[in-house]
């Protein structure tokens, strides 16, 4: 175990809520555990049709409840998980301890969260989708995510100039 | 069992297994989940362009690539080896409204009658991909994450700007479907 001082997490961490810091330093092929996650969410979501842009308007429009039971029940199962780590201070598999960053709020999470919404309902896909979908073969969905990128990239581009 | 697996999981059963995917990842390795910040990794590595929002040590977030990359590998699998040989079942209404808009094509999850490349050169189709994704794209950003980051790993840890940021969210959607969308399915 070799801690390192990470002089660009302060950066990294910026307007992102799933950057956390692991003193460790690993081989890459470590990270083939992610891929695994990944794989068995990805199945998930193909097979619950969470990605299907039917859904997506089922939701927005009230007509079905599958997609407010997938949420519903994801975070209800996250909640009851994060309570458990911090409640019985479970480490990680190297024995790291879990750790947890506030979020603070500014005005991005009211107006990007709205742009968000749109964006949402038009492709009927969040980050996650696009890139299960294109898996599924809606090679189509390559335009989609590439658009996103470039939207990212911008808001990157622009980022001192918009009110936070 | 195999035909059990084929057909569409019910909420009960995909909702837990993505909650799950929380824990999972903090205890492999102190991750938090979250799928959008995989959209700035690529910005990071392919065009950073001196933008100090895209310089940082994106080799450090190179699991939430990989992550990205399960996924869709993940939806290759489901696709060939798990798929379910019957049509999208769609809500009667929500099927009349699209009928309108000449969706009837339930073959895939996204509607080929809008999603497909020779639509992608359509007023329609141009703005329904190009202009969608950018909005996923900038909209995650600003708002500092997804349906992932902010809807699932914020509020599982009782993050107060995550639930402002999902339930703008929803109330974007809601706008989006209900009162834009129907304009832009009628170009």
Request: glycine letters at 12%; aromatic letters at 14%; hydrophobic letters at 50%.
């Amino acid at each position: 175990m070799q801690p390192t001082i990470d002089t660009d997490f302060e950066m990294r961490t910026q307007d992102t809520i799933c950057v956390n810091e692991s003193q460790l330093t690993h081989k890459w092929y470590h990270n083939i555990k992610y891929l695994v996650v990944g794989v068995l969410f990805g199945i998930v979501f193909v097979k619950a049709e969470v990605i299907s842009w039917f859904r997506i308007q089922e939701m927005f429009r009230f007509q079905s409840f599958h997609m407010y039971g997938v949420i519903g029940s994801a975070v209800v199962v996250g909640m009851i998980s994060v309570f458990l780590i911090k409640r019985f201070n479970v480490k990680t598999i190297y024995g790291e301890p879990v750790q947890f960053h506030p979020k603070k709020f500014n005005k991005g999470q009211v107006i990007g969260g709205l742009l968000f919404g749109f964006g949402w309902a038009m492709t009927g896909a969040c980050p996650g989708p696009l890139f299960a979908l294109i898996g599924t073969g809606a090679t189509v969905i390559v335009v989609v995510l590439l658009s996103a990128i470039a939207g990212t990239w911008v808001y990157g581009r622009f980022r001192d100039k918009l009110p936070h | 069992m195999i035909d059990f697996i084929r057909q569409p999981w019910p909420w009960y059963v995909a909702g837990p297994l993505i909650g799950l995917t929380v824990p999972a990842l903090l205890l492999l390795g102190n991750k938090h989940f979250g799928i959008s910040a995989n959209l700035r990794h690529i910005c990071a590595m392919c065009l950073p362009a001196n933008i100090p929002f895209f310089t940082y040590n994106w080799k450090k977030e190179l699991w939430n690539l990989f992550f990205a990359g399960g996924i869709l590998l993940g939806g290759i699998i489901a696709a060939w080896l798990l798929r379910n040989p019957a049509p999208v079942e769609v809500n009667e209404a929500l099927a009349t409204t699209l009928s309108q808009h000449g969706i009837t094509n339930y073959d895939g999850l996204v509607p080929v009658d809008v999603f497909s490349w020779q639509q992608l050169f359509t007023v329609r189709g141009l703005l329904m991909m190009v202009g969608g994704g950018f909005l996923v794209g900038f909209g995650t950003r600003y708002a500092g994450g997804c349906t992932s980051g902010h809807a699932i790993t914020g509020l599982s840890n009782l993050q107060w700007p995550s639930l402002v940021a999902t339930i703008c969210f929803m109330v974007g959607g809601l706008l989006m479907a209900n009162f834009i969308l129907p304009v832009i399915l009628s170009l």
